[in-house]
């Protein structure tokens, strides 16, 4: 579904991605994994096109997406959950969702079944919403543009723990029926339990890859690449 071949990707002069290879089958849930700074956002925006490839192709259905504007690659199917939410403050919960409704499938009524809480504060701004109900508003909106991948950077940063869980039960829900995905995040634990495949950036170098499985087996790899 989702290939990239040798993306590199640059800041002005600064290069930030040298040559990323990564792909997602159809159906597949597939983290990204490294330490802060080490390239797994710009992966994301160049995905996502808000900081495009200097080098390289990313494919998205067999097709070209590297080089085309942002609004094309999200009309494309690609679903993102930014760092840091950035749900629309002046919404209602009701109008964040609706804002970015297109196609069949996620609805209303289907993300209100994922997250009750959001229908108990449909009618609340976004401002007026916790950061655990806010980070469930900027899943749902995403849902909403009923994407064949999404892209979740950072979706449990800084929640409590009983709203990561929450999150993480999402998620493997969304597992269940099918959808395809792209995780960052921390929670380790986590991502082992609820993802096919995983990817090591270090530098902006793709280090390693492999099933949950193989990292396991890997003792040294948490401590190499991935501890602080």
Known sequence: M???????????TSQVLFGIDLNIAEGEVVSLLGRNGMGKTTTVRS?????????GEIRFGGQRISGQPSFRIARAGIGLVPEGRQIFP???VAENLIATARG???????V?????R?????RHMGNQLSGGEQQMLAIGRALMTNPQLLILDEATEGLAPVVRSDIWACLRRLRELGQSLLIIDASLEALMAVCDRHYIIDRGHIVWEGDSTAFE????LQRQYLSV
Not at 118 to 122: A, G, N, P, Q
Request: net charge negative.
């Open 118 to 122: 959001l229908e108990e504060r449909r």
């Open 2 to 12: 989702l290939e990239l071949d040798g993306v590199e990707t640059s800041y002005g």
């Open 217 to 220: 087996a890997h003792g040294d």
């Open 112 to 116: 209100y079944e994922l997250f009750p």
């Open 47 to 55: 995905i996502m096109g808000l900081t495009p490839p200097k080098r």
């Open 90 to 92: 002046n919404l209602s």
């Open 104 to 110: 069949r499938g996620w609805d209303l009524r289907g």
